[in-house]
C-alpha cells in the first residue's frame, strides 16, 4: 500500500531538518503547507506514512547523514512508508538519489517545494496506477503509458520495479517522482500556510540562491541565483508575524547584503539597509536580527540603521572564511584581509557595541602555516565573540575540486584544535566584561535539571539565569538579568526584580 493514501484523514508525515536556518524556515514552510494538504505531523519515523529529509550538502558531513537515515529503512518501506528527499542534497543528486538510496520515492529541490502537494498527488495516482499495471511490464526508468496525465514539465514521474525483469512482491515496486529546480528559477517558496516553531520568534526570508560563487561553495549549484522578495511582501509578513504576538524577527538570505527589491514602483523600492530599518519600526517587534552577510556587500548603511533603530539587535554575523588576502583571492570571496577589517571598524565604532561572529574555513588547497597564521591574527585582532569553523571539504561541482596542494585531513583537523582553543581563549576572556552589567534577555524556557531559566540577549549570547520560585518568567517575555559569570560560551546571572 502506498504511504500517501488520498481520502484517509489520518495521512502522516514526519520531517528531519539537517544544515542551516534557510533549511529550518522551508521545514517550517514545508510543514505548513502539508498540514494545509490534511496532513498530520508526527514525530517519529514509525508514526508516518510519509518520511522527508530536508538535507544539507555544505560539507560531505552533513551530506553523509541523510544517506546514513535512508541506509537501513528496507523494513519501513515493507511497511508501505513513502520516502522523500527534500533540499540540498535532492537538487545536488537528482535522480541519483534513487541509486543510492533504493527505497526513496520523492526527490525535491527547495524551490520546487510550492508543487510539493501536486508531486504528493502525482505519486499517490502513479502509485495506484502502477498497483494496477502488470508487473512484468515495468522495467526501472520506463513510464508506464497514460501514467504521465496530468503531469507538469518540471517535475517527473517514473515507475520502476524493484529489479528490472524479474517478479517480485508488490510491495517492492517503486514509484518515483522528482521536482527539480533550475539554476535560474525566479521561483520563491511563499506560502501563507507557514507552521513557525517558535511563538515569539520566527524567520522570514527575504532573498534566495546566490551569485557570489564562492570556489568552495555548493549553494550557487544547489539553492540557484540571487533572487529578493519585495520589500511590501517582507513587511506584509513581518506586520502578520506582529499581530500574532511575534517580538523577534530574523531575516534570512544566502547573501541579504545583496538584497535588491523587486518592488513595481522604482521609487517605493527599498535597500537592504532600509528594509532592515523598516521592519524593526514594526509596531511590537522588539528585535529584528539578518544572517547571513558578506562582506563584499556589506554597507555602512547597515551600521547606520542599527544605530538609528533600536530594534535592531546589536549582532553582526560577518563570515570572513580567511585572515589570509592570498586564501581569500583562491577562495573567490572578492575581498581583502584589510577591506574585511575596514567593516569591523566601522562596526566598532558604533554608538552602540556590536557583537560579531563569523566562519572560517581552515586547510583550504594551498592554505600555508603562515596564511593560518594570518587567520589566527586576525581572531586576536577583532576579538569575535563566536567563531564558526570548519575543515575545508572538497564539493561537487565547485571551482576548488580542481585546485592542487590540497592539505591532509590531519593537518586540517589539527588547524581546526588550533584555531578553536585560540577562539576560547579570546572568549573566555572577552566574555569576562560582561560581568556585572544589565543585560535584557528575551527568555526561551526553562532548565529543569539545573533549575534555571535560558535566555537570549541582544548581542545573540546565551545568558542562563536564576529567578525566585516566585518570579516565574515566560518563555517569550523581556527580562533585565544582571551579570554575574561568564563561561567562553555563554554567561550566568540573576533576574533583576
Ligand atoms: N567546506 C567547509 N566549509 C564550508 N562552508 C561552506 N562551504 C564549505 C566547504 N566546502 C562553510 C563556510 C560558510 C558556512 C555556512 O559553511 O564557512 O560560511
Ligand atoms: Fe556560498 Fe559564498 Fe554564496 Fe555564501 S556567499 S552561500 S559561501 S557562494
Given amino acids: 500500500m502506498s504511504g500517501v493514501p488520498q481520502s484517509n484523514p489520518q495521512k502522516t508525515f514526519y520531517l528531519e531538518t539537517f544544515g542551516c536556518q534557510m533549511n529550518v524556515h522551508d521545514s517550517e514552510k514545508v510543514v505548513g503547507t502539508l498540514i494545509q494538504e490534511g496532513y498530520l505531523q508526527v514525530q517519529t519515523v514509525e508514526a508516518a506514512d510519509l518520511v522527508l529529509y530536508n538535507t544539507c550538502s555544505i560539507r560531505d558531513k552533513a551530506e553523509q547523514k541523510v544517506f546514513n537515515r535512508l541506509s537501513d529503512y528496507k523494513k519501513y518501506k515493507k511497511q508501505g512508508k513513502t520516502f522523500g528527499v527534500l533540499g540540498c542534497v535532492a537538487q545536488q543528486e537528482g535522480e541519483k538519489i534513487f541509486e543510492r538510496a533504493p527505497y526513496v520515492s520523492l526527490v525535491c529541490g527547495s524551490a520546487s517545494y510550492n508543487k510539493l ?4 498527488a502525482q505519486l499517490e495516482a502513479a502509485s495506484v496506477a502502477t498497483r494496477e499495471i502488470p508487473f512484468d511490464k515495468l522495467r526501472a526508468g520506463s513510464r508506464p503509458a497514460g501514467e504521465n496525465a496530468g503531469l507538469r514539465d518540471d517535475a517527473s514521474v517514473i515507475a520502476t520495479a524493484g529489479k528490472s525483469g524479474s517478479r517480485k512482491p508488490e510491495a517492492e515496486s517503486l514509484v518515483r517522482i522528482t521536482g527539480l529546480d533550475d539554476r535560474e528559477t525566479d521561483a520563491c517558496f511563499e506560502t501563507e500556510f507557514t507552521a513557525r516553531t517558535n511563538p515569539h520568534r520566527g524567520y522570514i526570508t527575504i532573498i534566495e540562491g546566490c551569485d557570489k560563487f564562492c570556489a568552495y561553495c555548493v549553494v550557487p549549484y544547489t539553492r540557484g541565483k540571487e533572487r529578493s522578495r519585495t520589500s511590501q511582501s517582507v513587511l506584509a509578513e513581518a506586520r502578520q508575524m506582529a499581530d500574532l504576538g511575534y517580538t523577534e524577527i530574523q531575516l534570512l538570505g544566502q547573501n541579504v547584503n545583496s538584497y ?3 518592488e513595481g514602483n522604482p521609487a517605493a523600492r527599498k535597500t537592504f539597509a532600509e528594509l532592515l530599518a523598516a521592519v524593526g519600526e514594526v509596531p511590537g517587534i522588539r528585535r529584528v536580527r539578518f544572517t547571513t552577510s558578506h ?8 551600521v547606520e540603521a542599527i544605530d538609528a533603530v533600536p530594534t535592531l539587535c546589536d549582532h553582526v554575523h560577518l563570515p570572513v572564511q580567511s585572515g589570509s588576502t592570498r586564501v581569500l583571492d ?3 570571496r572578492l575581498y581583502t584581509r584589510d577591506q574585511y577589517l575596514e567593516r569591523i571598524a566601522w562596526m566598532k565604532a558604533a554608538k552602540r557595541e556590536i557583537s560579531i561572529t563569523t566562519d572560517v574555513i581552515v586547510g583550504f588547497p594551498g592554505e600555508t602555516e603562515s596564511d593560518f597564521a594570518e587567520t589566527l591574527g586576525l581572531l586576536e585582532e577583532v576579538g569575535f565573540d563566536a567563531v564558526f569553523a570548519f575543515k575545508y571539504s572538497p564539493r561537487p561541482n565547485t571551482p576548488s575540486l580542481k585546485l592542487d596542494d590540497a592539505i ?3 593537518e586540517k583537523a589539527r588547524r581546526l584544535e588550533v584555531l578553536m582553543a585560540k577562539q576560547r581563549e579570546i572568549q573566555t576572556t572577552s566574555y569576562k566584561r560582561y560581568i556585572g552589567t544589565s543585560c535584557e ?8 535539571a539545573r533549575v534555571q531559566w535560558m535566555g537570549r540577549t541582544t548581542h545573540n549570547k546565551t545568558l542562563n539565569f536564576t529567578a525566585p520560585a516566585t ?3 515566560k518563555p517569550g517575555t523581556y527580562a533585565p538579568i544582571l551579570v554575574t559569570s561568564s563561561f567562553p560560551n555563554s554567561l550566568l546571572g540573576e533576574l533583576v526584580l
Avoid at 502537494?117 to 504528493?120: A, I, R, V
Avoid at 562582506?295 to 547597515?302: H, K, V
Fill in 117 to 120: 502537494p501536486s508531486m504528493l
Fill in 260 to 262: 535588491k527589491d523587486s
Fill in 295 to 302: 562582506p563584499r556587500d556589506f554597507g555602512r548603511d547597515i
Fill in 330 to 332: 583562491a577562495m573567490q
Fill in 408 to 410: 591532509p585531513d590531519e
Fill in 441 to 448: 534577555v528575551m527568555v526561551e524556557g526553562r532548565n529543569e
Fill in 471 to 473: 518570579a516565574n518568567p
